[in-house]
């Protein structure tokens, strides 16, 4: 790409804050956001252009975007929409307004940012938009029904966009990670507390066996966990390209559960992934 310049949500920490140095060592013109006005001032002192953006805020979004094409004259080479958050616990127990939120973020913020910057990249026939999905953007686990959804639903709209976009100069690419040594765990936190009512479950004691055990302990990472910088890599082939792949698989838990998928019968897939 001769534009080189991209904004990337969700750069507080994990993915979005390793992609936005590995892009901008690579002469990428980088411009980060974080949710949180703290977090950008952490940004700025490190040396990138951060602002805050919000995906839950639409305001927030649209002047995040008017200072990125004030800053390019109007112009913008490529997004890494990665900004999410995870609200887990059971389906049963997941309130309305809680799975809200987390499509608020996950889903329509993602979607009101691309469909803000698709005419930016109309005029001037070029552009790259790489969504950051998930293994769970196309498998499912227990306890992580908001997530998964969220990201299906991404995935979703990714596919149906690219479609949409043959016939224009705009490239629209999944990157879906499995494990990544990321704070979604940590940050995942306060939402449960604020959503999930555990102790009326009728899973208590599967809360106390299971999930409360994996939210609140430092286990060390997954198995097959990776550090962000390996979906920066993904990233930057998903970029620099001539013809980019439509998705991008990390983790080996990422291409067994595509295997898996498609080769198991789905009453065998359950038993799978029915363990987490």
Aim: hydrophobic fraction near 40%; aromatic fraction near 8%.
């Amino acid at each position: 790409m001769s534009d080189k310049s991209i904004l990337i949500t969700g750069c507080s920490s994990g993915i979005g804050y390793y992609a936005a140095f590995a892009l901008r060592d690579r002469g990428w013109r980088v411009f980060a956001t974080c949710r949180k006005p703290d977090d950008c001032a952490v940004l700025r002192a490190e040396g990138l252009d951060c602002v805050p953006l919000d995906y839950a805020d639409p305001d927030s979004i649209g002047t995040a975007l008017e200072h990125v094409l004030d800053q390019t004259g109007g112009t913008l080479g490529a997004l890494f929409n990665n900004g999410a958050f995870a609200l887990p616990g059971a389906v049963e127990d997941l309130p309305r307004d809680g799975l809200r939120s987390v499509f608020e973020t996950n889903v329509f913020g993602v979607h009101d940012l691309t469909r803000r910057v698709i005419p930016v990249m109309r005029a001037q026939g070029h552009g790259r938009i790489v969504n950051c999905s998930s293994v769970l953007g196309f498998v499912a686990i227990p306890w992580r029904g908001a997530y998964v959804a969220s990201k299906f639903a991404l995935e979703g709209l990714t596919d149906t966009l690219r479609l949409e976009m043959r016939d224009t100069p705009i490239k629209v690419i999944l990157i879906e990670p499995g494990p990544i040594g990321t704070k979604i765990r940590q940050n995942s936190i306060p939402h449960f507390e604020r959503w999930i009512d555990w102790e009326a479950s009728a899973r208590a004691n599967q809360y106390r066996a299971t999930l409360l055990r994996r939210l609140y302990e430092d286990r060390g990472p997954d198995a097959f966990q990776l550090e962000p910088s390996a979906v920066s890599a993904k990233l930057i082939r998903a970029l620099e390209a001539k013809s980019p792949r439509p998705r991008y698989f990390v983790t080996t838990p990422t291409y067994l559960s595509n295997l898996m998928r498609r080769a198991l019968p789905s009453a065998w897939l359950d038993r799978v992934l029915a363990r987490g």
